[in-house]
């Protein structure tokens, strides 16, 4: 399995950008690395997913090194409400679906 | 579009009386999961189906049963419910594990 490391928490003040790094050594060669989001008493909420390079949207960057080990989502001038945990997830397509979520990543934004 | 659909949110039981959580999505996914998230705590796969008939054990599945007779629908199914078993569990939907998993809203249960 393509266990992911975080760091447990990180502090920010708004109008920073944020950069989030999750460790996925034994990452395999079909496995998308996807980044969720979630707020206190919501389910998590899909931000961003990318194979390879840097995958750009309306709400964050992923940057993915080409040996893939690791992984870095990037957030762009945060605000308070960016507030949120934050969970890298690797597909596990060579494992038949059992997909293991790391401890996350605890931002908290600060004015 | 529904998405993920969890009924109830929220539910009180007694130790060893048993339960069904329901889960039903409208997206036509294959992949359907089930987690938990016991307070201030990640996310702990209970179990997960590829596809209609096909269920498979997740890290925590013990005291858990589930089915997949339909694409539709994968209840969660407590035994006999233990004070150990509040949390927040989560049902989820993808096309395949590999593509964005959709959460529903969460039940919250609590055991006395």
């Known amino acids: 399995l393509a266990k992911t490391t975080q760091p447990i928490s990180m502090d920010s003040y708004e109008g920073q950008e944020v950069n989030i790094t999750c460790s996925h050594n034994?990452?395999?060669?079909?496995?998308?690395i996807t980044w969720y989001q979630q707020f206190p008493s919501q389910g998590p909420r899909f931000i961003i997913q990318?194979?390879?390079t840097k995958v750009t949207n309306e709400v964050a960057s992923l940057f993915i090194p080409a040996d893939r080990k690791s992984s870095t989502l990037s957030l762009p001038r945060v605000s308070l409400s960016d507030t949120a945990v934050y969970y890298c997830?690797?597909?596990?397509?060579?494992?038949?679906?059992?997909?293991?979520f790391g401890q996350g990543t605890e931002l908290s934004v600060k004015p | 579009n529904a998405g993920v659909t969890q009924t109830p949110k929220f539910q009180v039981l007694k130790t060893g009386q048993s339960m069904t959580l329901q889960c039903a999505q409208d997206?036509?996914?294959?992949?359907m999961s089930w987690y938990r998230q016991d307070p201030g705590m990640g996310l702990r796969l209970i179990h997960y189906s590829v596809g209609a008939g096909i269920t498979d054990q997740g890290e925590v599945p013990n005291g858990y049963n589930v089915s997949r007779s339909t694409t539709e629908d994968f209840p969660l199914r407590l035994l006999s419910a233990a004070p150990s078993q509040t949390s927040v569990y989560f049902c989820v939907s993808a096309r395949d594990p590999n593509q964005p998993q959709h959460f529903g809203d969460g039940t919250r249960l609590s055991i006395l």
């Open positions: 990318g194979y390879k």
């Open positions: 034994n990452i395999a060669t079909n496995d998308y």
């Open positions: 997206m036509n996914h294959e992949y």
């Open positions: 997830l690797v597909g596990e397509r060579n494992q038949g679906g059992k997909l293991i």
